[in-house]
């Protein structure tokens, strides 16, 4: 009788486990470009884990890192077709919503704080509504990016330096236009070719944050690391907006208390580990470079500026004369 009982109580226990388990109504699937040693990975688990069990299992997100389900490009395409769900990004977009620059724009802020009082502010709430109008994404959060620098094998100091050099940038008008004034040849690149393409031969420099230099390995292809701090920028965490909508008042309300709890993580996250990249780096071998910033943004930010449209450029202009 007592083993009775005891499989009664098993079996029982079983059923509610796969109960549980069936529970989740709603998947989200995100895919990212970093590789699952970044902080954006680790952050992305971290909502994963605390939306799923606020939501009693509701929601389930699940994480693909390193372009499993895509380059950038086709992943917003995945999302406004409803394969994927979930991604970040920033100037990328601006094939959607021209608005998107200002996220990714070469030499618009003076520093970290002129960035934050445009994402937290009235502008930065400009920027979210246009996205969300105009690409059928909603932005849920965003992540701050570490400057950006430029690695090379050979020393660059000074615009002159770069003379014809070949450097991947990402698919981001700005980006090309602010190269092309400095004297390099930008070419536009998907992230994941880009350590092949430096091994190889095909492209000689790349532009990136610490935090990608590192985790992708570039200091096994390039010598040096120009510290040309040209863009301070931000991605935002985006959702298809239909996929969104699917979601009752109250997960969704959960659901954004959630992002914003994520993008605090990786904020965290993001502060421990910039304070060692450098060191990190230089342990394995590069170089860094002290460059001529004003030289740097003496040729890029006129061309920046002119790249925009008209209606582009009166916000670049308050933004600039934001105090």
Same mark, same amino acid.
């Given at each position: ?120 502010? *009235? ?37 002159? *330096? ?148 008209? *209606? ?12």
């Amino acid at each position: 009788m007592r083993k009775v009982l005891l499989l009664i109580v098993c079996l029982s226990f079983l059923s509610n486990c796969q109960q549980k388990e069936k529970k989740a109504k709603y998947i989200f699937r995100i895919g990212h470009v970093a590789n699952e040693e970044h902080t954006w990975h680790k952050a992305f688990l971290h909502f994963s884990e605390i939306l799923k069990e606020r939501s009693n299992g509701e929601i389930d997100v699940q994480v693909f890192p390193s372009e499993q389900l895509g380059k950038e490009v086709e992943i917003i395409r995945s999302i406004k077709a409803g394969i994927v769900d979930m991604t970040i990004t920033g100037g990328t977009l601006q094939n959607w919503s021209e608005v998107a620059c200002f996220s990714d724009l070469p030499y618009l802020f003076r520093d970290d704080d002129h960035m934050l009082k445009v994402t937290e502010g *009235d502008i930065g709430e400009y920027i979210e509504d246009k996205l969300l109008k105009e690409t059928g994404l909603r932005p849920v959060a965003y992540f701050v990016r570490g400057p950006r620098y430029l690695t090379t094998n050979r020393p660059i100091r000074h615009p002159d *330096d770069l003379n014809g050099i070949i450097l991947r940038v990402p698919n981001v008008p700005s980006y090309v236009s602010a190269w092309e004034a400095s004297g390099a040849k930008p070419t536009p690149m998907a992230f994941s070719e880009v350590f092949t393409s430096l091994q190889q031969g095909a492209i000689e420099a790349q532009e990136n944050p610490l935090a990608m230099i590192y985790t992708s390995s570039f200091f096994e292809v390039q010598k040096y690391l120009n510290q040309t701090e040209h863009l301070m920028s931000w991605g935002y965490i985006m959702v298809g907006e239909k996929q969104f909508q699917q979601l009752s008042p109250e997960l969704q309300k959960l659901f954004l208390e959630c992002a914003k709890e994520m993008q605090d993580y990786e904020h965290q996250l993001f502060l421990e580990r910039e304070s060692t990249f450098k060191k990190l780096i230089e342990e394995k071998g590069m170089e860094f470079i002290e460059v001529d910033k004003a030289a740097f943004q003496e040729k890029a930010a006129p061309a920046v500026y002119q790249s925009l449209s008209p *209606d582009m450029q009166k916000l670049y202009t308050k933004i600039k004369e934001l105090k």
